[in-house]
Nanobody
Framework: VQLQASGGGLVQPGGSLRLSCTAS????????MGWYRQAPGKQRELVAT???????NYSDSVKGRFTISRDNAKNTVYLQMNSLKPEDTAVYYC????????WGKGTQVTVSS
């Protein structure tokens, strides 16, 4: 199983980005999917998760600004990020819970003027 993330980049404060992550390979069923991030010098932290049925969970730091969604038919999870702040700068990793936990390689998000 492989996870391929895309959509990162450089954006000004207040701007928006949309991340996508698609799982491929020998997949029977994906349970929860999620996004995590790691800023320089900090530990990896939860951003948002979504169950197969669509229940979501967000970290307090992104509530009201980020929206996680998924397309089960496409084995894809999305993260719509609005009102971005410099403190959102990090490498963003997608995660998929199948028979075990799988991680993508990460995509860089930089919020700077």
């Amino acid at each position: 199983v492989q996870l391929q993330a895309s959509g990162g980049g450089l954006v000004q404060p207040g701007g928006s980005l949309r991340l996508s992550c698609t799982a491929s390979g020998n997949i029977f069923r994906i349970n929860a999917m999620g996004w995590y991030r790691q800023a320089p010098g900090k530990q990896r932290e939860l951003v948002a998760t979504i169950t197969r049925g669509g229940m979501t969970n967000y970290s307090d730091s992104v509530k009201g600004r980020f929206t996680i969604s998924r397309d089960n038919a496409k084995n894809t999870v999305y993260l719509q990020m609005n009102s971005l702040k410099p403190e959102d700068t990090a490498v963003y990793y997608c995660n998929a819970e199948i028979e075990t936990s799988y991680w993508g390689k990460g995509t860089q998000v930089t919020v700077s003027s």
